[in-house]
Structure formats: structure tokens, C-alpha cells
């Protein structure tokens, strides 16, 4: 699930299609589609979440490396 979050969240912030507002889309794409799937997201930490999706945007991280954030608080 997460790294399919992760997909929404980098594909869509790096599509640029909306004039403003592609970042927040992509978030909320990325957690509204963990929440249907019955990933809990309230573990996250805000401010974390909000740093690693301006680092996704700006190309300072991997979708995978996202992916690999997201998926830190459940255990294998």
C-alpha cells in the first residue's frame, strides 16, 4: 500500500497538472488512498509528513525512498 501512495504522491506532484495546488494534491491523493485501504495514518508525524512531501516535490527524495518513510512505523 505504500508504495502505491507513494506512486500517487510523486506522479501527481511531478505531473504539474493543476496552475496551483500539486503538492497538496498529491498529499492528499497519498493519504486519502491509505486511509481507504485501512492503512491507519494518524501515526504520522504532520510536520514529517509535510517535510517529506516538499522533498518528493523538489526531487531530494525517491518515490521509493517516500514509499520506504511511509512504511517505517509497521513492522514487517
Known amino acids: 500500500?505504500?508504495?502505491l501512495a507513494a506512486a500517487?504522491?510523486?506522479y501527481i506532484s511531478e505531473a504539474q497538472a493543476f496552475m496551483?495546488?500539486?503538492k497538496r494534491t498529491a498529499f492528499t491523493a497519498c493519504m486519502?488512498?491509505?486511509k481507504i485501504n485501512g492503512v491507519p495514518t494518524k501515526i504520522y508525524d504532520d510536520g514529517d509528513l509535510?517535510?517529506?512531501m516538499l522533498q518528493l516535490a523538489t526531487k531530494q527524495?525517491?518515490?521509493e525512498e517516500f514509499a520506504e518513510r511511509l512504511r517505517r512505523p509497521f513492522p514487517e
Request: charged content about 30%.
Open 50 to 52: 509535510f517535510d517529506w
Open 32 to 34: 486519502d488512498f491509505l
Open 20 to 22: 496551483d495546488g500539486n
Open 61 to 63: 527524495i525517491s518515490r
Open 8 to 10: 500517487y504522491a510523486f
Open 1 to 3: 500500500m505504500c508504495d
